[in-house]
Nanobody
Framework: QVHLVESGGGLVQPGGSLRLSCTAS????????MGWYRQAPGKQRELVAT???????NYADSVKGRFTISRDNAKNTVYLQMNSLKPEDTAVYSC???????????WGQGTQVTVSS
């Protein structure tokens, strides 16, 4: 099994920044695609960003230009740098990851991001 653990969430003022981290561990050699989802109360779950092990990052239109996804393959860790945060960015952010050659995506438990004055 694969375990994904997120960290870095918290409370930040509008216009501020946060950096989320997610590390995969368990029965894996390496992780292929990793990414971030978010879900706010009363709203649909949204795919925020993805980054394949050897490809280009992809972003939702709602965060493009403000968020940056990156990864450290040696550590099986993915990051989400969030700048110019808005109240509408408030959500639980969950990371996803799929081992290279694997069939299933695994999910972390999520970390709360709250953007408020």
């Amino acid at each position: 099994q694969v375990h994904l653990v997120e960290s870095g969430g918290g409370l930040v003022q509008p216009g501020g920044s946060l950096r989320l981290s997610c590390t995969a561990s368990g029965s894996i050699i390496s992780i292929g695609t990793m990414g971030w989802y978010r879900q706010a109360p009363g709203k649909q779950r949204e795919l925020v960003a993805t980054i394949p092990s050897g490809g280009s990052a992809n972003y939702a239109d709602s965060v493009k230009g403000r968020f940056t996804i990156s990864r450290d393959n040696a550590k099986n860790t993915v990051y989400l740098q969030m700048n110019s945060l808005k109240p509408e960015d408030t959500a639980v952010y969950s990371c996803i990851g799929r081992p290279l050659g694997g069939l299933y995506y695994y999910w972390g438990q999520g970390t709360q991001v709250t953007v408020s004055s």
